[in-house]
């Protein structure tokens, strides 16, 4: 699939390209989509206990894999999907303010879903996005 470009953000973005065979993101025309994004540090894979820290972290990655895909970030977001271990009202409001941070001017259509386990021990929360590029 020559016309599609697929990135994977130096750290994690590369360590999961060789080790799991996906890559962090794919560029289609005018919409970049992204893997799930977790909670994790982007060098060290490090993944906090605590859901508010994961769930910051991991709106932090979403950011950092949008604009090393070619995007602006969360101002171009409009679709959200998040999976949460478990998912709850804790996790639901830091979801929330973290909405409130990265798009004050708009609000994506969002999925939440719980799950039994995500694809690393100790993930809580994973996150995937499709941002549209405007020409």
Known sequence: ???LQYFSYKGVGERNRETF???QAVRIGDRIECAGQGGWDRETGEISREINAQIDQAFANVEHNLKDAGG???SQVFRV???HVPI???ALEAM???FKKYMPGHQPIWTGV???RLGEDGMRVEI???AHLPN
């Open 72 to 74: 602006e970030g969360w």
């Open 81 to 83: 999907n998040s999976y």
């Open 21 to 23: 065979k996906y890559s």
């Open 114 to 116: 719980g799950v039994p």
């Open 96 to 98: 929330v303010r973290n």
């Open 88 to 90: 709850n009202n804790e």
């Open 1 to 3: 699939m020559s016309h």
């Open 128 to 130: 995937e996005v499709v």
